[in-house]
């Protein structure tokens, strides 16, 4: 059972263009949690989702910054024209819906 | 306050103990947690505790939860230059098992 997949492990992107994080959560797990660690910072809460649902959103950006998890394929976070400060490494997590959170190895956005 | 925080370093000789040390702020939180993140690495879950308990062991790890106090601790016996990392307390905030992290203790062991 191969855990939390996240992808790419590195993304590399020029101010103003678009990334975009992808996250297959554990098999059987329909929760999903995005979460941003600055450096030498913790990890902040993004956005919770259920299979199609945005569940809770409160610690995504207003601007920019969107989040989805089909019924089909992963979840992506999706930020579009990225600045300085988006850098940081991006981890998702998944759930059966119970106290027990999985992470994935992060992807690591670096923008120039 | 919101944070959960953490002393930020410790530094152990191998084989002694390390205690880290954990305050987080919802008295309601069903679930704390211990996650382990070496660099370069994701976060692995190392143990939770429920509420309702005071103490939880699991091999070389201890934890301790002080409800009254908002204190949580994570004991590692014999530590070992493996457990060198970064630990992160966490606890659930809200209906929907979202986990509200501290900023990290990053263990150092040395010889």
């Known amino acids: 059972n191969a855990g939390v997949m996240q992808n790419p492990r590195h993304l590399v992107r020029r101010r103003g263009q678009e990334a975009r994080l992808r996250c297959s959560p554990m098999k059987g797990h329909s929760h999903v949690y995005w979460y941003r660690q600055l450096p030498e910072e913790g990890l902040k809460f993004m956005v919770y989702?259920?299979?199609?649902?945005?569940?809770?959103e409160s610690g995504m950006p207003k601007e920019r910054f969107s989040a989805e998890f089909p019924k089909e394929g992963p979840s992506i976070l999706r930020i579009q024209q990225v600045v300085r400060g988006d850098s940081a490494a991006y981890f998702c997590?998944?759930?059966?819906?119970?106290?027990?959170?999985?992470f994935g190895s992060g992807t690591q956005l670096s923008v120039l | 306050g919101e944070d959960v925080e953490q002393s930020l370093f410790l530094s152990v000789r191998e084989g002694d103990s390390s205690v880290i040390n954990c305050t987080y702020t919802?008295?309601?939180?069903?679930?704390l947690y211990w996650y382990k993140q070496e660099p370069g690495a994701g976060l692995q879950l190392l143990t939770y505790?429920?509420?309702?308990?005071d103490m939880k062991q699991d091999q070389r790890l201890t934890v301790l939860l002080n409800k009254k106090d908002k204190h949580l601790s994570l004991r590692i016996a014999d530590t070992q230059t493996g457990d060198s990392a970064i630990y992160f307390c966490a606890e659930i905030r809200g209906g929907y098992n979202k986990l509200i992290f501290g900023a990290g203790t990053r263990l150092a062991v040395h010889p």
């Open positions: 997590a998944s759930s059966l819906g119970n106290e027990k959170l999985f």
């Open positions: 989702l259920q299979k199609e649902n945005i569940i809770d």
């Open positions: 505790i429920f509420s309702n308990m």
């Open positions: 919802d008295s309601s939180s069903t679930y």
